[in-house]
């Protein structure tokens, strides 16, 4: 890795940036596999129907390639790929002593319908852009698995939530306004300097990030914010789990 091309994975100025976020990345698919372990065993024992044991084994087995192909790129970039600093999940006592169709309509609303939503958004604006081979065909390759995770992740919550009552539903919504908390945070933090007329996608090509399939702080908050509007509080708004603004 020698050139300086902006449309090579090479550019020394991101090489550091690229290297800790494609780490980062193999540490958040990873952690992935694990919760979506976790979700099989809660869906067994919420007594799923089959069909939705083997989708998510289906949706595992698609996170274990993606820490995979996250690997080779890690690898590639002259890095050793990472694992979560602390193995074993920490979930806390709320929420394993939680009746298990309750703890599995959590995890398909915290992971599967907003994290995955927020996820497709970022990698369909990495993947049209980027031009580098091995790093195009890493975000193609996840792209196509996060988008049917999302749709998964939509119809569970949908079938999972019509066993609730009123009451309930704004326990949910709570549970939705917490999990937003750290990407409208985030957003914010990133824009907060940033003029009004500046604040649109074209004021940020990241034209030599892309090729190591990156973003700057300030586009990430921007595709956050439309994939927000235009398809996560669409679909939250369907399933109840946000109020109707004026």
């Known amino acids: 890795m020698t050139t300086q091309s902006s449309s090579s994975p090479s550019a020394p100025s991101f090489l ?8 980062h990345r193999t540490t958040t698919e990873y952690r992935s596999s694990q919760i979506l372990t976790r979700f099989l065993s809660e869906s067994l024992a919420a007594s799923d129907p089959a069909e939705v044991h083997a989708v998510i084994l289906d949706l595992i087995a698609d996170e274990l390639e993606h820490v995979r192909l996250c690997e080779s790129v890690c690898r590639d970039l ?21 009746p298990a ?3 599995a309509l959590h995890t398909a609303i915290t992971m599967m319908l907003i994290n995955e939503t927020v996820s497709v958004g970022f990698i369909q ?6 031009q580098t081979p091995s790093i195009k065909r890493v975000l193609t390759a ?13 119809d569970y919550v949908k079938r999972g939530l019509a066993h609730y009552g009123p009451i309930a539903l704004n326990d949910f919504r709570h549970l939705v306004a917490l999990a937003l908390a750290p990407h409208e945070g985030g957003a914010r933090r990133a824009l907060q300097n940033v003029p009004e007329e500046k604040c649109t996608l074209e004021a940020w090509p990241d034209t030599q990030r892309i090729s190591l399939g990156l973003f700057s702080p300030e586009r990430q908050a921007l595709v956050y914010q439309r994939t927000y509007r235009e398809v996560l509080a669409p679909k939250l708004l369907a399933l109840g789990l946000i109020a109707a603004t004026s």
């Open 125 to 130: 604006d990495l993947e049209a852009r980027c």
């Open 78 to 98: 002259g890095v050793t790929p990472t694992r979560p600093s602390k193995l074993e999940l920490n979930d806390p006592v709320q929420f394993t002593q939680a």
């Open 142 to 154: 996840t792209l196509g698995d996060e988008s049917a995770h999302e749709q998964f992740g939509y």
């Open 16 to 23: 550091r940036e690229a290297q800790l976020t494609w780490q």
């Open 101 to 103: 169709r309750e703890r």
